[in-house]
């Protein structure tokens, strides 16, 4: 059985720099994207076909102090993911490595694993009509390599290893900036929502600052849909199998209404 790795993001270290953004599209063969200047020094709005790893800054102060926050975003990598859960064509699956990989060429780009996730990470590429995500360089695990975001960061922000190395490594961080950063706190490393992620954070402050979800959830209507409603309608037949997909366009619109009820932030909107 193959060992479930990790990623940790540490934003107490990450200096902003973008190169893991320019190794993801190098590995990935991903082209450069135009971005126009707001003010700020935010480049890309959100992940697209064309991004699959952000570097998102936010500027702000807080008691009269000045703060630059950058945090590494991209597909979480969760223990129990909806987006596999909501996508009918099986295109999406955990690897053993923890690493959540899409199969191109059974996705028929309909969009409910961007619908589900609770992150708001896949975007389906209008040309090719696939959704699109990091698959935590996948090819490169099983050939014994590091994630190339993580092999390129010089700022030692990103480290990638066995998931319970990561862990006892995060909670030695924290303890180590607890004292500059009296708010820092562990992301993914704890069972939540969707059972944890293999993207893991120590972040310095609250997981709102960063735009991530407090409390991140797989929608039991997805359980509802990919475990009973869907096998039960493939059991008995056709018709059964249409009135199954009405349901599930019922379980899709109350996962939508879901996301928005917790103030789920889309990249895409
Ligand atoms: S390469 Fe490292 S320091 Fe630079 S932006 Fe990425 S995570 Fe931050
Ligand atoms: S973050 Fe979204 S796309 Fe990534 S594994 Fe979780 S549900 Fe799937
Ligand atoms: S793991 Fe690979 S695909 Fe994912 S962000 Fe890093 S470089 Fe990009």
Redesign the pocket.
Known sequence: MATEMA?LHDVSRCTGCRA?MV??KQ??DLPAESTPFDGNFQSHKGLSPKT??LIKMTERTENDTFHWDFIKF??MHCAHPACAKGCPQNALRKTESGAVVLDKEKCIGCGYCADNCPFDVPKVDEQTHKSTK????AD?IENGMT????QTCTARAIDFGKKDDMITLAHSRLNDIKGSFPNAQLYGVDKNGVGGTHMMYILTDSPAIYGLPADPKTNDAIDLWKDIIRPAGQLMGVGAIVGAAGAYALTKAIAKKHKNEKGGKSDAD
């Open positions: 990623m893991c190794a993801c590995w990935k699959y790893n991209q597909c990091c698959d935590l360089c490169r994630p190339a975001c993580a």
